[in-house]
Structures are given as C-alpha cells and as structure tokens.
C-alpha cells in the first residue's frame, strides 16, 4: 500500500509540473511615454510560500521597431501564505540592454496583495512593446492581467494601479545591479571582493570608496612611511621659530602641512594627515624644551644678579 501510495504522490507531483507554464510572452498596450501596471500571480512550488524568481526580459533589439531595446531583469519573491511572509519581492537584478525606448522598461514593483494569502506581484513595464518571461521549476507563475490596453488596473485585494511616467527609487538603484532592500553578508571564513567596493556610489576610484560618514569603533592605519619619531633624533633639521613665524604668515599654514584649498581639491590622506600632525606636535615638544632651557637659564641670572638685602 505504502509502495502504490508513493507511486500516486510521484504522478500527482509530475502532473503539477508539467501543468505549469514556465516561460511565456506577452505585450503592454499604451505608448512607451507610460508605464502601464502587469498582474502577475506567483506562488513557489505547491503553493508554499518558499524563494521563487521571476525573469522579464527582452532578447532581440528589433522586436516591435527597428533598435527598440533589449533589457533582463530577474526579480525573487516570497509569495505570503496565510501570514508567514509579507515581502513579495526580496531583490532585483535589472541590466540595461542597449537600444532606445525598451532598454531600461521596468518603473516599480509592488505587492498587488495585502490580505495573508494573496499571491500578486504588480510590475509596472513600459507600453507599446511586446516582453518575455521566464521562472524558476520551484516556481508557480502566471500572467494575470499583461493590460493588452495599456491603462490603470486594480490589483486583487481593491488597490488602484494607476499608469506611471516616473520610476521608482528602489528602480533607479537596482540599474545594472544586484538591489536588496536590505541584505547582510555572512561568512565562516575571510572574504574578499577582487575590485574597487562603492557604498552609496557606482564609481569607486579606490579600493573601498564611500559617499557619506563611517562609523566605526577602531581604525587601524598601516602607514607606509616611517612614523614621526624621526623628529626626536640628533640631526633633525628644526626650522627655528622665527622662519616658522615668516613661514605661516605668508602661507597661512604650518610647514609641510597642505592648505585649506590643497584638502578641498585633493582630499586628506588620515593616515599622512596623523603622521604630519604627530611631527608637528613632536616638533612643537622640542620649541617648548628649548624655550623652558631659556626661560631657566634667565631666571637663574636673574637670581644671580639679584641685590642684597639691607639688614
């Protein structure tokens, strides 16, 4: 019995399959000057609400006009079951194709649903074009309403999805990347990234560049330059204080130090910045013992010179 039971549940399981449809076409209606709502249904495998992905794309830069763009997106999403998910979406690559108005299609997505069991995802797509599809075998994907005339739609739980001319934030940065609302990296062992790493910037010019504040508990610097110590030796040439006087007044800045104009145009290196500083305090620390030598050596002839007393 348990033998014919698992031969049933084998057949039921392959029914299912070959049920579903795992890639297809369809075309948004309306003009390319819009954005035009897609309903799709998503569901993972058996209606469970596992990691699924969706693929929108275009493969040939001719379909509908001559040039009118290719593009690839692939979206994942967790279908909410009866409350044990609410993200319908959790990440999306989207690459830009060459090409005019098709190549970059896509202006937001949404959850068309907010009751637990609703399985809708709403991608708002450029019309006038005809887009492939395709989706992942532990996947359940259909087309809801592809909105063949090209106008504002209602999503499944009463949401009006009106036609877009802009796009979203979360579009515009998932351009030629990998996007995630949030995401962390986690790894057993070191890892390493074999180029230069952007955080809030496309264009880094360095091996980790970031626009913005760092917070941080500890930096450690490696300087490749021997720390300012040297100041302390026997022949270090100490610029007497009236050429430093000079110095700063035609300057407005100390010796060796770059000026206000230098940092706003090149930037400040901290780790040269830390060694400059320490020098010119080491230095500052060898004035104020050679000043104190005077001021000693004054008050003992003062000391010296001082008259007697009367009794």
């Known amino acids: 019995m348990k033998k014919y039971s698992a031969v049933l549940f084998f057949i039921f399981i392959c029914f299912q399959v070959s049920a579903q449809s795992y890639f297809g076409q369809f075309s948004v209606g309306g003009t390319s000057a819009g954005y035009y709502p897609v309903l799709f249904n998503v569901k993972g495998m058996m209606g469970e609400a596992g990691m699924g992905k969706l693929t929108i794309y275009r493969p040939n830069i001719h379909d509908n006009a001559m040039w009118a763009g290719t593009f690839h997106a692939e979206i994942e999403f967790i279908p909410s079951v009866w409350g044990n998910n609410d993200t319908k979406f959790a990440g999306v690559k989207y690459i830009l194709g060459k090409g005019n108005e098709y190549r970059d299609p896509i ?17 708002w797509i450029k019309g006038g074009a005809t887009y492939y599809w395709s989706a992942t075998n532990n996947s359940i994907v259909s087309i809801a309403d592809a909105n063949e005339a090209g106008t504002s739609k209602t999503s499944s739980s009463g949401q009006i999805l009106p036609i877009k001319t802009e796009q979203s934030a979360f579009i515009l940065k998932a351009k030629n990347n990998i996007h995630y609302s949030s995401i962390g990296v986690s790894t057993d062992y070191g890892g390493y990234f074999g180029s230069n790493v952007g955080i809030g910037t496309t264009n880094p010019d360095q091996k980790l560049t970031v626009k913005g504040k760092i917070h941080a508990e500890e930096v450690i610097i490696d300087l490749n330059v021997p720390v300012a110590d040297y100041v302390f030796a026997e022949n270090y040439p100490l610029m007497p204080l009236h050429k430093v006087e000079q110095f700063v007044k035609v300057n407005n800045h100390l010796p060796e130090i770059p000026s206000a104009t230098e940092v706003k145009e090149k930037g400040l290196s901290l780790g040269e910045m830390q060694n400059k500083l320490l020098q010119k305090i080491e230095e500052l620390t060898l004035y104020v013992i050679e000043q104190n030598k005077k001021i000693e050596k004054l008050e003992m002839q003062l000391n010296n010179n001082k008259p007697i007393r009367e009794q």
């Open 107 to 123: 202006a937001d997505i949404v959850d068309g649903t907010t009751e637990s069991s609703g399985s809708q995802l709403v991608i």
